[in-house]
């Protein structure tokens, strides 16, 4: 078929399903195609995006109890969930370009919960970022706790520089987090669960506050965009978060930490063909070349595997 038209065998191979398949979701009003002079035809973009759907609906029902897992879904379909990064979402991108016989969708959730998303087969992959105060590794020992019946797997995405975010100009000259406490200004915060969270939650902690109540901490924001969204619209006066949202919107960003960003999956999805042609692509040259253009960004460890015990 030309263009963005598929035929319905060639929907069966796009999906990894018999034919007769594609004819039983059709009766069942759950694929969307058209009947032109007598045969089917479907939209490849509208195929992806039932495709899309059907996997959030996955993590949806898998949240609610439900029996559906990663085990239901196309064989050619990836599943990730997790922290947002901009350099994750530029990687899937360009892997369903490369890749158009597969498919990698995604779902935002705070790390805690794209771990347990993983260890319930409700997703292949997840990204994750979370800081362990006791040992000040990242996600090892996360993971570790949560997978204590069956090893996981840990590919390094890269490193990324989390700083404090701040308006143009950074007017009250704050130079780290003790300021943001000094001047009594309102920090944005995010969601308990996600990686920046845990991060603030731990620098706080070292600051010793006691009695004393932070502004904004009671916020659940679930991106570093809205973050930097409410520094840039005057609901607060600082945030922590990533350079990538801080530049887009014009504020002022104060280093603070390299954090390691890694991918985590279980031992049996880690083999699904997917996965794997998507972990050759974070092994690639091409992604350590993207990421000397990006700022806040490094690839010293990117592609590390490193792999998790229940006993570690």
């Given at each position: 078929?030309?263009?963005?038209?598929?035929?319905?065998?060639?929907?069966?191979?796009?999906?990894?399903?018999?034919?007769?398949?594609?004819?039983?979701?059709?009766?069942?009003?759950?694929?969307?195609?058209?009947?032109?002079?007598?045969?089917?035809?479907?939209?490849?973009?509208?195929?992806?995006?039932?495709?899309?759907?059907?996997?959030?609906?996955?993590?949806?029902?898998?949240?609610?109890?439900?029996?559906?897992?990663?085990?239901?879904?196309?064989?050619?379909?990836?599943?990730?969930?997790?922290?947002?990064?901009?350099?994750?979402?530029?990687?899937?991108?360009?892997?369903?370009?490369?890749?158009?016989?597969?498919?990698?969708?995604?779902?935002?959730?705070?790390?805690?919960?794209?771990?347990?998303?993983?260890?319930?087969?409700?997703?292949?992959?997840?990204?994750?970022?979370?800081?362990?105060?006791?040992?000040?590794?990242?996600?090892?020992?996360?993971?570790?706790?949560?997978?204590?019946?069956?090893?996981?797997?840990?590919?390094?995405?890269?490193?990324?520089?989390?700083?404090?975010?701040?308006?143009?100009?950074?007017?009250?000259?704050?130079?780290?987090?003790?300021?943001?406490?000094?001047?009594?200004?309102?920090?944005?915060?995010?969601?308990?669960?996600?990686?920046?969270?845990?991060?603030?939650?731990?620098?706080l902690r070292e600051l010793k506050l006691g009695k004393r109540r932070v502004a904004g901490t009671e916020l659940a924001l679930a991106t570093?965009?809205?973050?930097?969204?409410?520094?840039?619209?005057?609901?607060?006066?600082?945030?922590?978060?990533?350079?990538?949202?801080?530049?887009?919107?014009?504020?002022?960003?104060?280093?603070?930490?390299?954090?390691?960003?890694?991918?985590?999956?279980?031992?049996?999805?880690?083999?699904?063909?997917?996965?794997?042609?998507?972990?050759?692509?974070?092994?690639?040259?091409?992604?350590?070349?993207?990421?000397?253009?990006?700022?806040?960004?490094?690839?010293?460890?990117?592609?590390?595997?490193?792999?998790?015990?229940?006993?570690?």
């Open positions: 078929m030309p263009g963005d038209m598929l035929t319905s065998r060639e929907v069966a191979a796009y999906l990894g399903i018999h034919e007769k398949q594609v004819y039983r979701l059709l009766r069942q009003g759950r694929l969307p195609g058209t009947r032109i002079t007598g045969r089917w035809v479907f939209s490849r973009r509208l195929v992806r995006e039932w495709i899309e759907a059907s996997s959030r609906e996955v993590l949806r029902q898998g949240q609610r109890g439900g029996e559906v897992t990663i085990h239901s879904v196309e064989p050619h379909h990836l599943i990730f969930v997790g922290a947002d990064d901009l350099l994750l979402q530029i990687l899937q991108r360009e892997f369903n370009r490369r890749h158009p016989a597969l498919l990698v969708t995604s779902a935002a959730m705070n790390s805690v919960a794209g771990i347990a998303a993983v260890r319930e087969r409700r997703a292949h992959v997840a990204g994750v970022h979370l800081l362990d105060p006791a040992s000040g590794e990242y996600n090892r020992p996360q993971v570790a706790a949560a997978f204590d019946r069956g090893r996981a797997m840990l590919v390094t995405l890269a490193h990324r520089q989390i700083g404090l975010m701040v308006p143009h100009g950074n007017p009250r000259g704050v130079a780290g987090l003790g300021d943001v406490i000094r001047l009594r200004l309102r920090l944005a915060s995010r969601e308990p669960g996600s990686g920046v969270r845990v991060l603030q939650d731990h620098l570093h965009l809205e973050v930097a969204t409410a520094i840039a619209e005057g609901r607060a006066d600082a945030g922590l978060g990533t350079l990538a949202p801080s530049r887009s919107l014009g504020l002022d960003f104060i280093p603070l930490i390299w954090e390691r960003y890694d991918l985590v999956t279980t031992d049996e999805a880690f083999y699904h063909r997917p996965t794997q042609a998507f972990f050759e692509m974070v092994k690639s040259d091409w992604l350590r070349q993207l990421i000397t253009t990006l700022p806040g960004y490094d690839a010293r460890q990117t592609g590390l595997l490193t792999v998790v015990q229940p006993d570690d």
